[in-house]
Structure formats: structure tokens, C-alpha cells
């Protein structure tokens, strides 16, 4: 059976969620790149880069031509600094401390000024939006510490000019996939309705398992514009039809 392609774009405070419709996917590539993240860090402590230690990095929620959003844990190598000391040095607008450790580091959320940027070639009136056909599949993620994994969702035409456009833009990068998606016959989303699947994507999307949750199920219902009772229903059915999956094979 064919599946139409649907794509909806659901926006929220560090970029844009895409969700994809089951008929999308059966046409794309996973593209998924590796990028060296040292070089990055010192662009965003700028002068102070030699006085932090970044021991872990958390979670990126945004890391693009437009500015960058990320939670690490740090120490700083002179025990005179405090958190509020990186505002304005380098990229970095504002450091909120999540939390303190008992040997002094401290788990911060950073947000900054883009760290990447688009070649002058390349820029537009919206830099960090790609040509049709080319989606991300999601905020960057982090390996370690220095390295951060991005991945694209893409038409098979577009996996060259991509990989083009970070050549052009001198960022070193590494290919780690280029596959075809899962079929949506084969996907396991395929078992959900549309808004089971709605449901589950943007609770996954926006940090809902994350450990600590970032969204709650209240706020969850009001981006969709569902009754809170409603929208935990179904969020319900679609992890006990995935779980039901994943059980019975």
C-alpha cells in the first residue's frame, strides 16, 4: 500500500522538529557525519578556553549557523572563576550552573553564538535551512567529548551536495552511514496510528526520556493542542504496541 508523503514542522525554542510522514521515507538516505568538536569548544570560551575542562558533554540542542545550546560539565582550572565569568567571552551569551558536583565541576547550560559557520557563498536570508529534499533528523548529538555526530535525512541526489557543502565550509568532517531508511512496511512505527506516532516522535523529540525529563506531559499536550488526558492516551498505546513488538520477537 502507498503511503502519501506528509512532512510537518513542528517548532520549538532550538531549532526545528521534523516529522516526517511514513511515504517520506521510502525514498531517503541516512546520512550520518562525524565532526572533530575541540576546535569548537575553543571558539566558544574564546579567551578562556585554557582556563575550562570540559569533562562531559551532555547534550546538544542546537549547533548551527544561527547560534548553539548545550549542557556540559566543566571545571575550571582557575578555582577563582565562576560560571558567570564565560558570559560575553568568545561565543558564549549566557551560563546557567544545573548543578554543582562535589568535587567542583559543574553541570551548565550554555547557550552561544554559532561556533559553525556557513561559507559566504553559501549564506542566505535563512543560512541554516537546507534545500528541499534535505532534512535534519534531529539535533546533533555528542559521542564524547570531542566528537559530535549530525544526521540528515535526504534524498539520495542531495548526499553529495551536502557532503560538498561542509567541504566548502572547511569543517573536518567524517562519513559514518550512508543507508537507505527502514522501509515503512518494516518500520516498527508503521504499527502506530498517526497520532500515536505524533505523540511518541515529539515526546522522544524534545527530551520527554531524557534523564532528567526536559518536557513534561502537560507541556507535551499544549504543543500539540491536545487535553493532557488525551494525549497521554496516546502516548500509552504507542509504547505498549512498540513494546508488544520488541516483546513477542
Known sequence: ?????????????????????????????????EFPYQELWGRLFGPNRGR????????????DFEGLAVICRIRFRDKRM???????????????????HRDGSLVVFIQGKPVVYAPRELRGRAPNVFRPGVVSAGPPEFVDVDRMKVQFLCKDEEVPKILDFYEKAKLPHRVIEISPLQSASESDLSRLTAKQRQALLTAYSLGYYDVPRRISSEELAKRLKLGTSTYAEHLRKAERRLLAGVLSR
Open 1 to 33: 500500500m502507498d503511503h502519501p508523503s506528509r512532512m510537518s514542522l513542528l517548532p520549538h525554542r532550538y531549532g526545528t522538529l521534523y516529522t516526517v510522514g511514513l511515504g517520506f521515507l521510502d525514498v531517503m538516505k541516512r546520512l550520518t557525519l
Open 52 to 63: 575550562v575542562e570540559v569533562l562531559e558533554a551532555t547534550k546538544s540542542l542546537k549547533c
Open 82 to 100: 565562576k560560571a558567570a565569568d564565560l558570559v560575553g567571552k568568545g561565543a558564549v551569551r549566557s551560563v546557567e550552573t544545573l548543578y554543582e
